[in-house]
């Protein structure tokens, strides 16, 4: 079964820091680019990086001016997405998502095809 499951979210004073994890289970993690996203109720979701591979492009989303950095780990078919500097506005339900090889069409929702259940991340005081 083609499978990614989220953790890491949690509650996070501003300023702080958190890491997401995205494990992939049934496909070959190397053939395809992994992006996070996230949600809040009532706006657009919103596409934030796409990792794909060590030596693969990387994509960011303009808006986070280099707070969240994404890395991974193919041994253990995971894509990590640390966050600093949160804010409030950061609080939402962030998903993972498999994409197309290096990424290929970037952030856009419509080129990824299997997602996460999603991790609830919360920034407030």
């Known amino acids: 079964e083609v499978q990614l499951v989220e953790s890491g979210g949690g509650l996070v004073q501003p300023g702080g820091s958190l890491r997401l994890s995205c494990t992939a289970s049934?496909?070959?993690?190397?053939?395809?680019?992994i992006g996070w996203f996230r949600q809040v109720p009532g706006k657009e979701r919103e596409g934030l990086s796409c990792?794909?591979?060590?030596?693969?492009?990387?994509y960011y989303a303009v808006s986070l001016k280099g707070r969240f950095t994404i890395s991974g780990d193919n041994a253990k078919n995971t894509v990590y997405l640390q966050m600093n500097s949160l804010k409030p506005e950061d609080t939402a339900v962030y998903y993972c998502?498999?994409?197309?090889?290096?990424?290929?069409?970037?952030?856009?929702?419509?080129?990824?095809?299997?997602w996460g259940q999603g991790t609830q991340v919360t920034v407030s005081s």
């Open positions: 998502a498999r994409g197309g090889r290096r990424c290929a069409g970037g952030l856009n929702d419509g080129a990824y095809d299997v």
């Open positions: 990792f794909s591979g060590s030596d693969g492009p990387r």
């Open positions: 049934g496909f070959t993690f190397d053939d395809y680019g």
